[in-house]
């Protein structure tokens, strides 16, 4: 047949897959549909077949790419609980929410309310029954989320609390980071904090050792230092390469090295190994952006360490492979600055989370 007889034309069907048609079949509903993971040929009413040339599905999600609306603000913070089936979202709004990942409409199924000023930072507790938030209200929020209540509000901070962090092991340990020049740590069961560190400038991102016997800080004096809870009064170890504020610190699962995000534009890890050699940053990873809103963009790894990633200024996802530090992920979508990017604990998702309101689910490549 000659090629102007047959001209192939290509469009996108709802799941933003590639369809390639025929212009001499009849165009009509089509009525069959024979599918495998990536190809799928479709019998029209004339007779004609649609070749729609998709991605192979890799999580049990409903769709490749998921959208979730229903914040009346910016959405700066959100994460999967350990299991994998529930996600929480946090903003500008104040309000937090509870979010169904599996089902036709990832169904928002519960509202946590009781802050009077924007959300920062959201964590789940390891056995995904409770959840704690920092504010710029000035406190911490520790939720029973099974019941969508409130448990305890921590007050003890000055000024907004940039962030918070459960500990991994141990008792129920909580470390907050403050514009009022301190980071905390705080025993839910108790009142009053267990200790204090005290920085000359406000503390902006806060972490845990993978053992709880440490805090790791950073802020907008662009020094990231690591406080043994043994010893408050000096850091035990100080790590200087950035050149602006710390906006994001987290540990890796293994507890071996440390991701540290800058609004100096570059994302660093870090080795905290006992023994590592003095020139602990490891690699740089490049391409997301700050910019002058100050957000602060967080990064995270994912489950196995062998992926980072990040939000950024530019609207798009980052996603760097952690041992060549190539770009392995630059994905658009949102209309906004991208605060949070988050990994699935077992499934090869990711969930970001923008000033635009909304939230993204989608699939990646094992």
Not at 8 to 13: G, I, L, P, V, Y
Not at 124 to 129: K, R, V
């Amino acid at each position: 047949m000659d090629n102007s007889k047959k001209k192939r034309k290509q469009n996108e069907n709802n799941n933003g897959a590639l369809i390639v048609t025929d212009n001499n079949s009849n165009k009509g509903t089509p009525k069959k549909s024979k599918k495998n993971n990536d190809l799928a040929i479709v019998t029209s009413q004339g007779g004609g077949k649609e070749i729609i040339l998709g991605t192979e599905r890799t999580s049990k999600l409903s769709s490749p790419i998921m959208h979730l609306t229903g914040h009346r603000g910016e959405v700066y913070t959100v994460k999967f609980d350990a299991t994998g089936n529930l996600l929480a979202s946090g903003g500008f709004d104040k309000e937090i929410f509870l979010w169904n990942v599996y089902g036709e409409e990832c169904k928002n199924y519960s509202v946590l309310r009781g802050h009077k000023g924007a959300v920062l930072e959201l964590h789940w507790s390891t056995d995904s029954l409770e959840m704690y938030s920092a504010s710029t209200d000035k406190s911490i929020g520790v939720w029973d989320v099974e019941n969508s209540k409130l448990i305890k509000r921590i007050r003890e901070h000055k000024s907004f609390i940039n962030s918070c962090c459960p500990a991994r092991r141990g008792p129920p340990l909580i470390a907050s980071a403050s514009d009022d020049n301190t980071s905390r740590v705080f025993d839910t069961r108790m009142k009053a904090s267990t200790h204090s560190f005290k920085h000359q400038f406000p503390v902006t991102s806060v972490c845990w050792t993978d053992a709880s016997d440490a805090v790791i800080t950073g802020g907008i004096d662009n020094v990231i230092r690591v406080w043994d809870l043994r010893n408050s009064d000096e850091p035990s170890m100080v790590l200087n390469r950035h050149h602006d504020t710390i906006t994001s610190l987290s540990v890796s699962k293994d507890g071996s090295y440390l991701l540290s995000n800058s609004m100096d534009n570059s994302v660093s890890m870090w080795d905290l190994r006992p023994y590592a050699p003095a020139n602990r940053c490891l690699k740089t990873f490049i391409g997301a952006q700050h910019s002058f809103e100050k957000n602060l963009i967080k990064c995270s790894w994912s489950p196995d360490g062998n992926r980072v990633t990040a939000g950024s200024a530019d609207r798009l996802v980052y996603v760097w492979d952690t041992n060549t530090t190539n770009l392995l992920y630059r994905l658009p979508g949102h209309s906004g600055t991208v605060n949070e990017v988050v990994f699935h604990p077992t499934e090869p998702i990711i969930a970001s989370c923008s000033s635009d309101k909304t939230i993204y689910l989608g699939e990646i490549k094992p």
